[in-house]
């Protein structure tokens, strides 16, 4: 069986994060563990706080973990803040971690900010180019390459490459949940190619939350069972717009994924 860490942050309702994470590499036939960096005050309808764990602490249940299992790939979510960016950055390097699919999240569906400028800054300068993949929605791929993306077209694309190669960024997959149109298309940008998948649009992408993590879990876990990029790219889109599709009512708020 594969393992696949991940590192990210807790959702009590289960709706994003960790839960869902572990709950979408099980459902893929792999093993998940996983490290906390911040504990959530959420519902479906919205996140009320967010505290990160003392990065100490963070940093020896990371160490602990990967000493341990030795993961076959990483999934990186919610971190919260530069103290837990920088604790993760120095683990990939001391244990030269492989396949590591990071999903920059900043802001939640329900628009509570994760990250401050001084995070930000950190994440664009250090700890992208470290990830083997990163996987930004519309919003956070325009603070990222810090220009606007109203569409996915060539001209766009283009610029975001040179962006990506002048960063040091190997990899990135722009997911297109919140851009406009009928289709729910995602564009994976390495240094030389540009490849597109899509699928059908169901109702408002604001209505689901967690499509996000679980994208970037069940890419990590696709990767850890051995997957090329786009192979892993076309079955994440499979295995994603099926839950989508199920997608469930559970609380008062937003759908939730169901794996
Ligand atoms: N309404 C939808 N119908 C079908 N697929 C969708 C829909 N919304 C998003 N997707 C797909 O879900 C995946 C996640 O994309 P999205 O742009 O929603 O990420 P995100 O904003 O980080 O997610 P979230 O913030 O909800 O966790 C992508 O593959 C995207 O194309
Ligand atoms: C712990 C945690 N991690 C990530 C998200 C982002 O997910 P979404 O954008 O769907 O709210 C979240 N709300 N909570």
Do not use: W
């Amino acid at each position: 069986m594969r393992k696949v860490l991940i590192i990210a942050g807790f959702d009590p309702s289960g709706g994003a994060g960790i839960v869902l994470d572990t709950k979408v590499v099980r459902a893929l036939g792999e093993f998940a563990a996983s490290t906390i960096t911040c504990l959530t005050v959420q519902t479906t309808e919205r996140v009320y706080d967010a505290k990160t764990i003392d990065p100490d602490f963070f940093e020896y249940q990371l160490q602990k973990i990967i000493e341990d299992i030795e993961p076959d790939s990483v999934k990186i979510g919610l971190l919260g803040s530069e103290e837990i960016a920088r604790s993760v950055l120095r683990n990939i390097r001391r244990y030269n971690l492989k396949n590591i699919v990071c999903d920059p999240v900043l802001k939640s569906t329900s628009g509570f900010e994760f990250g401050k400028d001084k995070f930000v800054e950190f994440l664009k300068s250090e700890f992208l180019k470290v990830c083997s993949v990163i996987t930004p929605n519309k919003t956070e791929a325009e603070v990222i390459f810090d220009m606007k993306i109203e569409n996915f077209g060539e001209d766009i694309l283009n610029s975001i490459q040179q962006k990506m190669n002048k960063m040091g960024i190997k990899s990135c997959v722009l997911k297109g949940g919140h851009v406009d149109g009928h289709l729910a298309e995602d564009v994976l940008i390495t240094q030389t190619e540009i490849y597109r998948v899509s699928a059908k649009k169901k109702g408002s992408t604001d209505n689901i939350h967690g499509t996000g993590c679980a994208f970037s879990s069940a890419f990590a876990t696709f990767l850890a069972k051995g997957y090329n990029m786009y192979d892993a790219l076309k079955q994440t889109k499979d295995f994603v717009s099926n839950l989508i599709h199920n997608s469930i009512k559970i609380g008062k708020g937003r759908l939730v994924l169901n794996p």
